[in-house]
């Protein structure tokens, strides 16, 4: 149990590529971190420094208020669980568990209980005496995680350990880790390029793109707040559209369409607007809308997801089943809904509207014209 | 289908009699005497020499000095033979792991150099090596003998491909695992390792065993004398009217034979195991 500081962290590699930039992260004591992002943007680089696999160009990790930036990864009381699961092959699942205490001169009864506990824990047990290669992906990837909890670490380091894993399986291990982390209370960070496990498993998000700091914040905030338009576009499925927009005063110019925007809009000038596609309803008759020219439709059995266009720009909105689809469609959202970035830096836009924290509560659903 | 059958056995058949037939006839041969050989040339049946011609290959004392004995051949073919496959996969390896593992700034460059003595084989530096071996006074000795071939450029080739082969995971594991260097090495990448050890074991104990020149060279005293000199002792013997010993030749080729055979099928149901058993 520890926190981990990440100090003004930099990676540069030989030849001068620079993949991780001055990056800040605090984490409490068994916090539960993700670090998202689209591949290459360092978040494996950063978990990698952290576990010492990786030297540190610049900036200071601590663990436990403990520097471990000289310190080789064994001596970081930390445990890591790969991709590709990295269990010895030649080596039983039990001598694979013990690896590490052995290593570490731990007494034999010691290591025995801590099998059995961990066997037990993650429903291994009938599997003790079988080669890794016996074993179903799933299984493999709890042994792995065996081979982490067994050494009681101050952090768990998850390298994208679901990515082998088929769909189903992915969202049950998903919840397993989850539940193995409450209960263990063990500060942990996890790597992943997948934001629906990012949000389903995450304390706090870091959202990293190119080597930096998108945003830190809980899912939900990050979901209702993104900090730019890298952060609306990578979080939520189905992402965030986001359209060219101009502010005059207080009306809002999509393509052809003009909304009012009720005292919600930040400053006058060219924007991206973004909208999320279940913040969209069909609008009532006489009320102000988007002129929207409907592409295609995604069914998901509970709503449909329509694709459509504003004016040259594209859109998707969540629709009931019970909306009528026509070629031509007028679309209502409330301006509260609305999220506005620069046009420049894809940087947030304070809006005069709601408080962030009120965003976040679930408004009074869309009242759906007959 | 059948007659397509029918024509592989044959193929296979005919290839296997072409392999067969001259060891059949060396083995059946060498159980005649010396002078039935000389009368009535090769022979593919039983003759009724076999116990008095093995048992004499095996344990009288021949050669000019009267020292060295058929059994005493064999065990120096094996310490040499054993000798290179082991000294070899133990050196490669340990080359391969400083090449592959270690970031040593010129480990490309060092590979490459070994890489090109491929090219400089043992007839070449035959001279040099010699004077080495002279001047270290490890002339007629089993170190003399075996060293000087131990640095392989094929193995350290085959394990350096095989370890890169290896997922860098695996290391990473290790090492927060808290194995070092070593433990790493011993726990790890030698069990990895078995298949391709097998395989070189019978390359190089093969190879090993078949040394003709280097041995030679290097020993004049007959008790470091291997098998494949001894066969040429024996047909060298040619004084006057006496009758080359062709069964005791025939013999001490059978017997040659029979270790790398021996070595080559015991190895080979591991190495399948191995290439079977693993997957990473």
């Known amino acids: ?118 066997a037990r824990m993650l429903e291994i047990s009938p599997y003790l005496d079988r080669k890794p290669r016996a074993l179903s992906g799933g299984q493999r990837q709890r042994v792995a995680m065996g081979r982490a909890i067994i050494r009681k670490p101050a952090a768990f380091l998850f390298d994208e350990p679901l990515s082998n894993l088929d769909a189903k399986l992915r969202v049950s291990m998903r919840g397993e880790i989850r539940r193995l982390q409450r209960r263990l209370g063990t500060t942990s960070i996890y790597v992943t390029h997948d934001q629906l496990e990012a949000m389903t498993l ?34 939520g499925a189905p992402a965030m559209s986001l359209v060219q927009a101009e502010l005059h005063g207080d009306r809002l110019a999509i393509g052809p369409s003009l909304l009012n925007l009720d005292g919600y809009a930040p400053a006058s000038g060219p924007v991206t607007v973004g909208v999320r596609a279940e913040d969209l309803r069909p609008a009532h008759a006489g009320e102000e809308a988007l002129a929207f020219r409907l592409d295609y439709v995604e069914e998901l059995g509970a709503h449909r997801l329509v694709h459509g266009h504003v004016g040259d720009q594209a859109l998707v909105v969540t629709l009931p089943l019970a909306a009528v689809l026509q070629d031509e469609m007028r679309l209502a959202v409330d301006p509260r809904r609305l999220h506005f970035f620069a046009r420049e830096s894809g940087s947030r836009l304070a809006t005069a509207g709601l408080p962030p924290v009120l965003r976040q509560q679930a408004m009074e659903p869309a009242e759906m014209p007959g | ?107 490309t460059l060092a590979f490459w150099v070994i890489f090109t003595t491929l090219l400089l084989p043992l007839e070449v530096r035959i001279m040099p090596s010699y004077q080495v071996m002279s001047n270290l006074g490890l002339l007629n000795s089993y170190m003399g003998l075996i060293v000087p071939l131990l640095a392989s450029a094929t193995g350290t080739f085959y394990f350096r491909q095989f370890f890169k082969s290896v997922p860098d995971e695996l290391l990473e594991a290790a090492r927060i695992d808290g194995a070092g260097p070593i433990k790493f ?10 298949t391709m050890i097998a395989a070189i074991f019978i390359i190089m104990f093969v190879y090993g065993w078949n040394q003709y020149l280097w041995p030679m060279l290097m ?61 990473k």
């Open chain 1, 202 to 235: 995450a304390d706090r998000l870091v959202v990293l793109n190119d080597g930096r700091i998108e945003q830190i914040g809980s899912p939900l905030e990050v979901y209702h707040e993104p900090a730019s338009t890298f952060v609306a576009s990578f979080i």
């Open chain 2, 219 to 279: 020993t004049t005293d007959e008790r470091f004398f291997t098998l494949m000199r001894g066969i040429k002792q024996i047909l060298q013997v040619w004084i006057g009217s006496q009758i080359p010993d062709y069964n005791e030749a025939f013999a001490l080729a059978v017997l040659a034979m029979l270790p790398p055979v021996l070595i080559v099928v015991v190895f080979q149901s591991w190495f399948i195991k191995g290439l079977t058993e693993n997957d």
């Open chain 2, 185 to 194: 090495f011993i726990d790890v990448l030698v069990p990895l390792s078995r």
């Open chain 2, 1 to 107: 289908m059948q007659k397509n059958r029918l024509f592989d056995h044959l193929v296979l058949i005919l290839g296997s009699l072409f392999l067969m037939v001259p060891v059949v006839v060396a083995f059946m041969t060498s159980t005649h005497t010396a002078a039935d050989i000389h009368s009535n040339g090769l022979s593919l049946a039983w003759g009724d020499n076999f116990i008095e011609t093995y048992e004499k290959v095996l344990t009288r004392e021949g050669g000019f000095t009267g020292q060295v004995t058929g059994s005493r051949m064999v065990m120096n073919s094996f310490i040499l033979g054993i000798g290179f496959a082991i000294g070899k996969i133990v050196l490669s390896m340990l080359a391969a792991y400083a090449i592959v593992y270690f970031r040593l700034r010129f480990a």
């Open chain 1, 1 to 118: 149990m520890a926190s981990i500081d990440i100090n003004r962290v930099s990676k540069t590699y030989a030849g001068g590529n620079r993949a991780v930039h001055s990056v800040d992260i605090t984490i409490g004591d068994g916090e539960f971190i993700v670090l998202v992002g689209p591949s290459g943007c360092g978040k494996s680089t950063l978990l990698r420094m952290v576990a010492g696999l990786e030297e540190i160009t610049e900036g200071e990790v601590k663990i436990g208020g403990r520097v471990v930036n000289t310190l080789e990864p064994a001596e970081r009381d930390i445990a890591m669980v790969f991709q590709n699961y990295a269990l010895y092959p030649h080596m039983t699942v039990r001598q694979n568990l013990e690896y590490g205490l052995k290593n570490r001169n731990t007494p034999r009864a010691e290591i025995d209980a801590r099998v059995a506990e961990a």
